[in-house]
């Protein structure tokens, strides 16, 4: 299995405050992405990084910042967490060299519901 | 636009009873297409990459294979342990490194 970790694994919160969803791998990959899963909408991308502090949107990046200050991790915030953020939150990571190339290893997710 | 098409969007058979799932796609360039298994309440496990049309990929009870349009995951006599939930994507060989995924098909194997 790829070394991929997600914290906390579980979380709720209140409307209004922020929270901070980390992930962390041990494959030293380029590519680290951020995507929602709610029932009827699949996985959807929220932010991804191509690199130490080079990252971009998703097609659902509103209320949600990255930073990725090292290579192993890559953190999600959401600045003020409303009811619709309640879903569950994937890591993914890949590289564009290998035998692997382009493949996305996932995390076990984070599923955060906002009261 | 890439897109992905996976059908049925859920199935269910009977222990033994071999079929196949149906991932449809427009891709302008194909760089790969991936298969996915996911378990209620984890994340998406890897199963295959197909990088080319005729490319086939097996593992235990699952084949994947690959045309220009569509790529299928035969699953022969399947067992209660197959029953999961089964994504595809694709990544085009356009700019973007972002990989478009279908809404999967739930499957769901009876003793």
């Known amino acids: 299995d790829a070394g991929i970790t997600q914290s906390p694994r579980h979380k709720v919160t209140e409307t209004g405050t922020p929270v901070t969803l980390r992930c962390h791998q041990t494959?030293?990959?380029?590519?680290m992405y951020w995507y929602r899963q709610d029932p009827g909408h699949g996985l959807r991308l929220i932010h991804y990084?191509?690199?130490?502090?080079?990252?971009d949107k998703g097609e659902v990046s509103d209320g949600y910042s990255v930073s990725r200050s090292k290579t192993e991790d890559f953190l999600l915030t959401l600045e003020s967490a409303t009811s619709s953020q309640t879903s569950v939150y994937f890591c993914?990571?890949?590289?564009?060299?290998?035998?692997?190339?382009?493949?996305?290893?996932f995390g076990p997710g984070t599923r955060l519901t906002v009261l | 636009e890439d897109q992905v098409t996976q059908s049925p969007e859920a199935l269910r058979l009977q222990e033994g009873e071999s079929s196949s799932l149906n991932c449809s796609y427009t891709?302008?360039?194909?760089?790969?297409l991936f298969w996915y298994r996911q378990d209620p309440g984890k994340g998406p496990e890897f199963l295959f990459t197909?990088?080319?049309a005729g490319e086939e990929k097996e593992k235990e009870r699952l084949k994947a294979t690959l045309t220009k349009k569509e790529s299928f995951l035969h699953i022969t006599a399947p067992k209660p342990e197959d029953s999961a939930t089964y994504l595809c994507?694709?990544?085009?060989?356009?700019?973007?490194?972002?990989?478009?995924f279908g809404r999967g098909t739930s499957l769901i194997v009876h003793p």
């Open positions: 993914a990571i890949s590289d564009t060299s290998g035998a692997t190339t382009d493949t996305q290893y």
């Open positions: 494959e030293n990959h380029r590519y």
């Open positions: 990084s191509y690199g130490v502090k080079d990252t």
């Open positions: 891709v302008s360039g194909l760089r790969g």
């Open positions: 197909l990088y080319s």
């Open positions: 994507a694709l990544r085009g060989s356009g700019g973007s490194y972002i990989p478009t």
